[in-house]
């Protein structure tokens, strides 16, 4: 059974930082794309990041203007996103996806709130 389990989001204040995990289970992960996209209420949901299976490409949505990392650690089965400088229009749920072929898992979702 396919598990990707994103822990790490929460309430932070503008201007501060977090940093998301998404631990996967039950694929071979070091061959997965992995991604990171994010929903707003009332807002369709748009990707955020994406890093290939090596690790060693990695493209970011215009909006993370250089505020987001995304990286992942293959012996751990995990993919992260750092975030900082957050903003209040950051407030989404995010979701961490793995692609390869034909084959797309996702999260279930984690709440990050940035508000004062």
């Known amino acids: 059974q396919v598990q990707l389990e994103e822990s790490g989001g929460g309430l932070v204040q503008p201007g501060g930082s977090l940093r998301l995990s998404c631990a996967a289970s039950g694929i071979n992960f070091s061959i997965y794309l992995m991604g990171w996209y994010r929903q707003a209420p009332g807002k369709q949901r748009e990707l955020v990041a994406r890093i290939s299976s090596g690790g060693s490409y990695t493209n970011y949505a215009d909006f993370v203007k250089g505020r987001f990392t995304i990286s992942r650690d293959n012996a751990r089965n995990t993919v992260y996103l750092q975030m900082n400088g957050l903003e209040p229009e950051d407030t989404a749920v995010y979701s961490c996806?793995?692609?390869?072929?034909?084959?797309?898992?996702w999260g279930k979702g984690i709440q990050v709130t940035v508000s004062s």
């Open positions: 996806t793995a692609a390869f072929a034909s084959m797309n898992y």
